[in-house]
């Protein structure tokens, strides 16, 4: 049994420069099956709930998982689970590429980080052994050029790495960690990179991978292609349009429904949608799609361009920055968006907490809070561009008001103060992902709710967004919300793309890992260790003072935007206090959102 594991944690020691290899055993196994699974028991077992996160107790552990570096597609992810310096509550964040595979080969299951390291350090982890290397002529570097340095120095053309830019070192609190063309980009793994002195690591492996019933895996892979190809073959298959123009695919259908949150969550709708979309990208600009490690959608999308700002290459804008960086700050530009999108990338920052810190400071500036004036003629306003790519390298560099905002939304508003809290846009601290809580009930409820804060990766979108339910209904919306919670978590043990839910039934998902691990999972019991592993992570939210008080959303969500469509109901707060209290009734716990002991019983907790 789990023949697709390497069973082994690798614990690598900054303080000391120490490095140990554990074994994984049975029971860890076969309870928390990998990626999320693996990362939410190690922390939760080592870190304390009250460790400052970019304090030396905080750790980082890299898992990959079962399925990881075998023929099933879009299972190429990596999970780093951490505390995060946005909420001081755990977090799993994730990135695609070839990462996950090298780990994978390398020998390990989880990476573990633990310590400071007295100087800026890179690690390898190669079929030579791991290192530790002083690295200070990296200081300042770009994540893209401190990634080519490692690869370099070792020589190896199969290393795959990851980095921080200067956002990380300087512990912006959303800093990103760049893995090649991806990001570790929710919750600031960067930020925790920089406070252990950390810029990069690189792996390299050749161990096989295999899996414990080879005929019966390879019939599971097949009839994944299978589905995966069926739903291609649909009119509107949303992964058929993440193939063809990547994950920008439906900014103009989100416009259409009018949930294209605008200049800052005060409008609906964008009329320079069309300029910045995914087919306005593909159209415009030389494109190459780009695919994770044996991935059929390859839904990445490199572009490159010579601009007013000079030559760019870069993957995306994705969706979600097309947002954050686009509609949210009223900005049209796709030029600038690019650039901005390469300024993230550069300095390693995550593109949505950068956009909705940066539409804040706009909203702020209009309403006179603070100054409007970013020094050489540059306007802090709403639909300016050059004040964008200006506030980004003021956040990176913590200069001026870039200073305040590198702490995100909900300091800057405790700082600003002067009712600033009520259009910060953030939950327990992160920054709202690309989606209007006003238009949606299900977005409403997740973003309240996630352990992460403001986050859409466990969210019934596409059941909203494609009309096949309301989307201001409030009937049955608390248990899709909750199915859809534990089944992500259950499928983020396998560190699948989140994608692959789309299109891909839980049995599915279950087919593949009995017949990798020889395991005997039922798509019941799988849910049900999703399940699990929410209230985990709760428990421990709720140990770091992360109460049910935070499960609420900003004031601007209960206002009715200018442009909200007629026929439709906004949001308010009886409809959402309703939600809330029959999420928490589902989930088993009490009015103020604590588990009761009854469901942790029955979650073996
Ligand atoms: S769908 Fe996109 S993000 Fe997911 S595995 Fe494929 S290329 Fe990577």
């Not at 349009?241 to 949150?261: D, H, I, P, R, Y």
């Not at 008001?401 to 800057?412: D, P, Y």
């Not at 809580?437 to 403001?454: E, V």
Request: aromatic share 8%; with cysteine; glycine share 10%.
């Amino acid at each position: 049994m789990f023949e697709c594991y390497n069973r082994r944690l690798l614990r690598i020691n900054l303080s000391d420069r120490t490095h140990s290899v554990e074994p994984l055993d049975d029971d860890f196994i076969r309870d928390y099956v990998g990626g999320m699974g693996f990362g939410t028991q190690l922390l939760t077992t080592e870190v304390p709930a009250t460790a400052d996160p970019l304090g030396p107790q905080n750790k980082l552990f890299v898992c990959v998982g079962p399925l990881t570096g075998t023929l099933a597609p879009l299972f190429a992810q990596t999970c780093i689970v951490m505390k995060s310096p946005l909420t001081s509550g755990i977090i799993n964040t994730y990135a695609g590429g070839h990462l996950g595979v090298a780990i994978k080969q390398s020998g390990y299951d989880v990476i573990a980080i633990e310590g400071v390291a007295s100087d800026l350090v890179y690690v390898t982890i190669t079929p030579d052994g791991v290192r530790i290397v002083d690295c200070p002529e990296l200081r300042g570097k770009t994540a893209r050029e401190a990634e080519a340095a490692v690869k370099a120095a070792t020589g190896r053309d199969d290393l795959h790495t990851m980095a921080i830019g200067l956002a990380g070192e300087n512990k912006v609190r959303y800093a990103s960690l760049s893995s090649e063309t991806r990001a570790f980009g929710r919750g600031g793994a960067g930020a925790v990179f920089g406070s252990k002195n950390l810029k990069a690591i690189g792996v390299a492996g050749i161990e096989d991978v295999r899996v414990a019933d080879p005929p019966a895996f390879e019939a599971a892979v097949a009839a994944i292609y299978r589905t995966l190809r069926d739903d291609m073959a649909r009119p509107w298959s949303l992964l058929a349009g993440f193939s063809n123009v990547g994950t920008g695919v439906g900014m103009q259908l989100v416009n259409e429904k009018s949930a294209l949150a605008t200049r800052n969550h005060q409008l609906t709708h964008f009329e320079g949608a069309s300029r910045i979309d995914g087919a306005a990208y593909r159209e415009n600009f030389p494109t190459r799609p780009v695919a994770c490690f044996g991935c059929l959608v390859h839904c990445g999308m490199l572009h490159k361009a010579s601009t007013r700002f000079g030559e760019l290459w870069t993957r995306g804008p994705e969706y979600e920055t097309m947002y954050s960086l686009g509609s949210l700050c009223f900005n049209d530009d796709p030029e600038a968006l690019m650039k901005a999108n390469l300024q993230c990338e550069d300095h390693g920052m995550d593109t949505l907490s950068a956009g909705v810190n940066i539409a804040f400071a706009m909203e702020c500036a209009e309403r006179g809070i603070i100054p409007a004036d970013l020094g050489d003629g540059v306007k802090l306003e709403f639909g300016n561009a050059d004040a964008i790519i200006r506030l980004l390298e003021m956040i990176a560099h913590r200069q001026g008001i870039g200073e305040v905002l590198a702490e995100g939304t909900r300091r800057a508003a405790q700082v600003w103060d002067q009712g600033a809290e009520e259009f910060a846009l953030q939950v327990k601290g992160t920054e709202f992902a690309a989606w209007m809580p006003q238009r949606m009930r299900g977005i409403a409820l997740t973003f309240a709710t996630s352990n992460r804060g403001a986050c859409h990766k466990r969210a019934p979108i596409g059941l909203e967004i494609s009309g096949q339910i309301p989307m201001d209904q409030i009937e049955g919306r608390a248990a899709l919300v909750k199915d859809i919670q534990d089944k992500v978590n259950a499928i983020f043990t396998l560190v699948s793309c989140r994608f692959a839910e789309f299109a891909v039934p839980l049995e599915q998902f279950v087919d593949l890992l009995n017949a990798a691990a020889g395991t005997d999972w039922t798509a019941e019991r799988f849910l049900w260790m999703g399940e699990r592993l929410w209230n985990m992570e709760r428990l421990y939210n709720l140990a770091a003072g992360i109460s049910g008080e935070e499960d609420r959303l900003p004031e601007r969500c209960f206002e009715v935007p200018a442009d909200f469509p007629a026929d439709q109901k906004p949001l308010t707060r009886e409809d959402f206090n309703a939600l809330l209290q029959d999420y928490y009734r589902l989930r088993g716990w009490n009015e103020h959102g604590v588990p009761t002991a009854e469901r942790l019983k029955m979650l073996e907790l």
